[in-house]
C-alpha cells in the first residue's frame, strides 16, 4: 500500500538492529572507479532498468558533476528527469521481503532545480521480478512507497531524507526507484542526487531476558526501530533508548505509521546487595552490616572474610562479595554523635486559675513540641500531657509532662461585690476559672427574676447597667453555664449565685 512519505531521522543503529535489505545503498563500492557518467552499474549490484543512463559518482574520481557532497561516505547516485525521460536504480534485494511484515524505505535526495520536481511522482517499488523495459518511459506500476508531499524539498542542492512504510505481499526481491507517476511536461529537465538508500524490516527487540553481576551494573536497551514516530516504556518515558539501573521487567511499546510493536525484557543481577546509605549512630550504638546475596567469598576492609561485619567505630567500610565469573562491591560511611537529651520536668498539680511556664531542658538536638506548638517556652493553662521532642542524625528523643488541676479542684470563681462607679476599680462583674474551664454563657437577674443582662460570647461580664442605664445599688442574682475539661472528658455545668451591686 502507498503511504505517504516522512520526514525522519538518521541514526546509526546500537543493540539489536534491523538487517539492511538494500545492498551498497550508500553507493560506496564499485568494481570500476566511475571515470564518467551512465556507469551506475559499476556500483554493484545497482542496475539500470530501463534504456536511460542512470549516474555513478564517486570521489574516487573527482568530477563536477558531483555537484554536493554525498550525504555520507563517499559516493551518491544521480537520475536525469525530462519530458520523454525517465531514469531509475535498480538493486536485487539481500533477502526476498516476508508476506505481511512492515518494512520502513528511507533515502536521501537533493534536487538540482527544486521546482521542476513533480510532486506526487517519485518512489520505489519492490517486485518479485525486476522491472525491465526498452524504452525510456515510466515503468506503468504502482510504487508501494511514494512520495505524496506538496511540496519536498526547501532548497536547492540540500539534502532531505524522506521514507515511507508498507506491508510486504511476499517474495520481493528487486527494488526500483524513480518517477512513476509523472515526467515534466515538457522539456525542463532536472537532476535528483540520491544516498543513504535503506529498506529495513519494521521489528523490535530488546534481546534476550539477561543477568548482571552487581548493583552498579549498567543496561542499555535500545528500542530503535525504523520509521518509528513514538517510544514509550514501562516508566513513561519516551527516548529510544533505555538505561536499567536495577533487577526488573522492562517492556516497552514502539509506535510506526504501518505497525504497533512492543517487547518485554526481564533483567535479573547477580549478587544484588547493598550496605545502605551512609549513616550516623548514637555514642555506644552498634550497626551490623550484611552482604544480603550469597557469594563464595568476602573481604572486608579489615581483611576478615565473614559475610557479616559489625560497626562499633566511625569510618568508612567497605566489602567485596565475589563468585566465579562476578564479584561486586559497596562502601558506607558511619559516623557517631552524641544522642539527643531532654527534660521537662516534674508532673504539675496546679490550682485554681494558676498557671506554669514549662521551659524545656535539651541539648545535643533541636527541640519542638509534638502538637506544633510554635514557641519553645509554654504557657501551661489547663490539664493535658505535653509532649516534646529532641531531632538529631542519630535519633528521636520524645519526652512529656503531665498537668493536672483536679488535685486541688478546678473551680469557677465569682465576685460577691462590684463598684461600677467609674473610679477604674471593680468595675466589672466577671467570673474566672482555671483553665480546664470554659465558660458558655452569663445571665443576670434583678430581684423580680428579670434578665437584665445575658451573653453567650466572651468576654463574659456585666458593667451594671440595663438598657444603657445605670442599674441602682441591690441584690442581683447571676447563673453561668461552662464546660470543664479534664483528663479528656467534657462535662456541662451550670453555677449560680448572689452579688451586690454598690455605687
Avoid at 554525498?70 to 508476506?99: I, N
Avoid at 543481577?269 to 551512609?278: A, E, I, Q, V
Amino acid at each position: 500500500m502507498g503511504l505517504t512519505w516522512l520526514l525522519t531521522v538518521w541514526v546509526s543503529c546500537s543493540g539489536v538492529c534491523a538487517q539492511e535489505l538494500i545492498p551498497n545503498g550508500g553507493f560506496e563500492k564499485y568494481t570500476i572507479c566511475p571515470y564518467q557518467d551512465n556507469l551506475l552499474a559499476e556500483a554493484v549490484p545497482w542496475y539500470n532498468p530501463n534504456r536511460a543512463t542512470p549516474d555513478f559518482y564517486h570521489r574516487c574520481q573527482p568530477t563536477n558533476q558531483m555537484q554536493l557532497p554525498p550525504h555520507s561516505g563517499q559516493g551518491l547516485g544521480r537520475l536525469f528527469m525530462d519530458q520523454g525521460w525517465a531514469e531509475y536504480f535498480g538493486t536485487p534485494l539481500v533477502s526476498p521481503l516476508v508476506a505481511g511484515e512492515a518494512y520502513q524505505f528511507e533515502m536521501a535526495l537533493a534536487a538540482e532545480f527544486p521546482a521542476r520536481y513533480p510532486s506526487r511522482s517519485f518512489g520505489a517499488y519492490f517486485s518479485t521480478q525486476p522491472l525491465t523495459s526498452t524504452d525510456k518511459l515510466l515503468f506503468p506500476v504502482r510504487p508501494q512507497v511514494y512520495d505524496t508531499q506538496v511540496k519536498t524539498f526547501t532548497k536547492a542542492l540540500t539534502w532531505e531524507m524522506i521514507g515511507g512504510c508498507f506491508v510486504a505481499k511476499g517474495g520481493e526481491q528487486f527494488a526500483t526507484i524513480g518517477n512513476f507517476n509523472e515526467l515534466p511536461p515538457f522539456l525542463s529537465s532536472y537532476y535528483l542526487f540520491a544516498d543513504d538508500i535503506s529498506l529495513k524490516q519494521i521489528k523490535l527487540n530488546l534481546g534476550n531476558d539477561t543477568t548482571l553481576c552487581g548493583r552498579s551494573s549498567r543496561y542499555r536497551l535500545s528500542a530503535r526501530t525504523p520509521g518509528a514516530t513514538d517510544y514509550r516504556w514501562n516508566d513513561g518515558s519516551t527516548d529510544s533508548v533505555f538505561v536499567v539501573k536495577r533487577p526488573g521487567k522492562y517492556w516497552v511499546t514502539v509506535k510506526t505509521p504501518c505497525k504497533v510493536l512492543s517487547d518485554t525484557i526481564v533483567v535479573k543481577y547477580r549478587l544484588d546487595f547493598s550496605l545502605g546509605n551512609d549513616t550516623t549512630l548514637c555514642t555506644g550504638a552498634t550497626l551490623a552490616l550484611s552482604v544480603s546475596t550469597p557469594a563464595s567469598g568476602y573481604q572486608w576492609q579489615d581483611g576478615s572474610t565473614q559475610r557479616t561485619f559489625t560497626v562499633r567505630q566511625p569510618g568508612t567500610f567497605r566489602v567485596r562479595a565475589s563468585e566465579p565469573g562476578c564479584s561486586a562491591s559497596d562502601t558506607i560511611a558511619v559516623r557517631y554523635i552524641a544522642p539527643p537529651r531532654l527534660s521537662l520536668g516534674s508532673p504539675l498539680e496546679l490550682c485554681g486559675a494558676e498557671t506554669h511556664l514549662l521551659k524545656p531542658v535539651f541539648a545535643e538536638g533541636k527541640f519542638s513540641w509534638v502538637d506544633g506548638y510554635p514557641a519553645t517556652d509554654r504557657l501551661i493553662t489547663s490539664s493535658n500531657t505535653y509532649y516534646g521532642q529532641v531531632v538529631n542524625d542519630c535519633m528521636t528523643l520524645i519526652n512529656s509532662v503531665k498537668a493536672d488541676y483536679g488535685e486541688c479542684g478546678c473551680v469557677l470563681y465569682t465576685p460577691d461585690l462590684f463598684t461600677p462607679n467609674n473610679d477604674g476599680i471593680n468595675e466589672w462583674f466577671e467570673p474566672f476559672a482555671c483553665g480546664d474551664i470554659t465558660i458558655t454563657g452569663l445571665s443576670v437577674f434583678n430581684r423580680w427574676g428579670e434578665v437584665i443582662y445575658q451573653t453567650s460570647n466572651a468576654p463574659f461580664r456585666w458593667d451594671g447597667s440595663y438598657k444603657n442605664q445605670p442599674c441602682d445599688t441591690d441584690i442581683y442574682a447571676w447563673a453561668i453555664t461552662y464546660l470543664l475539661n479534664q483528663q479528656g472528658r467534657i462535662s456541662q455545668k451550670q453555677k449560680q449565685g448572689l452579688l451586690r451591686l454598690a455605687r
